[in-house]
């Protein structure tokens, strides 16, 4: 049997500098309103003012943002998850990510993650960027990471999570990807980018 927690209905205001929001053609936008905070986001109330006086409210949610990695076995091989997402009630085919700790580097987070989902320990990251996984209604940030020379070790995973690790050739990962047997996003992205500038930066070391 499961028992469902109802959360705190939580109302506060945040100032504009704290929300990094500003004025855009002529739209100005009233503080930000917090309704929830749960452990890894906030859900909170954008109210604008457009140009011609109506006023919009705008459902957001407040992330801190996430690492991706792509691990690298070798030139043909990448490590991929069956990582079982409760939400969806699906079992995905994924890159490793975690969210970021509070004040956490983005590179510790990527380390961390790597390693707890994989077992893997990376000689070398490369970092790619980040790109917004949700613009619309998100502010979740992923940062994307190649992890490359990796040493195996034991996995840490938490106790609410179900993955699986698995080498699957680099081909495949890309057929997967376009025949969707991977619908996972940023485990798309991740890969397709990695076909397309892969080459590149195993060839040139110096990357970082």
């Known amino acids: 049997m499961v028992t469902q927690r109802t ?3 939580i109302m506060r205001v ?3 500098a704290e929300c990094q929001r500003v004025v855009t053609r002529g739209i100005v936008p009233m503080p930000r309103q917090i309704v929830y905070e749960g452990r890894k986001i906030k859900v909170a109330i954008d109210t604008e003012t457009l140009p011609n006086g109506e006023t ?7 992330h801190p943002g996430a690492v991706v990695i792509l691990p690298i076995l070798d030139t043909e091989h990448v490590c991929l998850l069956r990582n079982h997402r409760f939400v969806i009630g699906e079992t995905l085919w994924e890159v490793p990510a975690g969210t970021l700790e509070p004040g956490e580097k983005i590179e510790v987070c990527a380390e961390r993650e790597l ?5 893997y320990r990376a000689g070398r990251m490369h970092y790619f960027g980040y790109f917004y996984a949700s613009p619309g209604v998100m502010s979740e940030k992923l940062h994307l990471f190649f992890a490359m020379d990796l040493t195996p070790g034991p996995m840490a995973l938490e106790v609410c999570e179900q993955i699986e690790p698995h080498t699957v050739p680099l081909r495949q990962a890309i057929e997967m990807s376009l025949n969707r047997e991977i619908i996972d996003a940023k485990s798309i992205t991740a890969l397709l980018l ?3 500038l892969g080459p590149q930066i195993l060839a040139n070391p110096s990357t970082k």
């Open 14 to 16: 945040e100032p504009f």
């Open 7 to 9: 959360a705190p209905l």
């Open 56 to 62: 919009i409210r705008r459902d957001v949610i407040l």
């Open 115 to 119: 390693n707890e989902e994989t077992g």
């Open 194 to 196: 990695w076909e397309r």
